[in-house]
């Protein structure tokens, strides 16, 4: 009975330590700020600057970055504020990672995603652009 005993413990020790272990290729989402082709080369840059992303695509209409990363490297958190460093605003279901104001500062004037004037006419050109096709 004692070995029986022994037996699940280990087990469930083993299986609770192979659950704890972090993803290599981990895919993780969420939502940054930006409006243009510069705001994507720039957030990707970003990501895969940070040891430990292997792969980052932000997509300019639905604004999530899609990430592959290895947490055994690097943790969510430093991959999005590395992204907040370069002046990229970070949405998240529970809370918002703001750029500072000399980073945002830093975008050139055609990403300034906080300016509703910038972003409308990023829209319209967006809008033209899609009745030519």
């Not at 720039?42 to 604004?63: D, M, P, Q, S």
């Not at 947490?71 to 500072?100: F, M, P, W």
Request: proline share 1%.
């Amino acid at each position: 009975m004692k070995k029986i005993i022994l037996i699940v413990i280990v087990s469930i020790l083993s299986f609770t330590a192979n659950a704890q272990e972090k993803n290599k290729n981990a895919k993780v989402t969420f939502e940054v700020d930006g409006v243009c082709g510069m705001c994507k080369k720039r957030i990707e840059t970003a990501a895969l600057k940070t040891k430990g992303v292997k792969f980052a695509l932000w997509n300019v209409k639905t604004h999530q970055l899609n990430l592959i990363m290895d947490e055994r490297k690097v943790e969510v958190g430093t991959v999005q504020q590395n992204i907040a460093n370069v002046g990229h605003d970070i949405i998240l279901k529970d809370k918002k990672i703001t750029a500072t104001l000399k980073a945002y500062n830093s975008v050139n004037p055609c990403c300034k995603y906080r300016d509703e004037k910038v972003v409308l006419e990023h829209e319209g050109g967006m809008k033209m652009h899609k009745k030519q096709n």
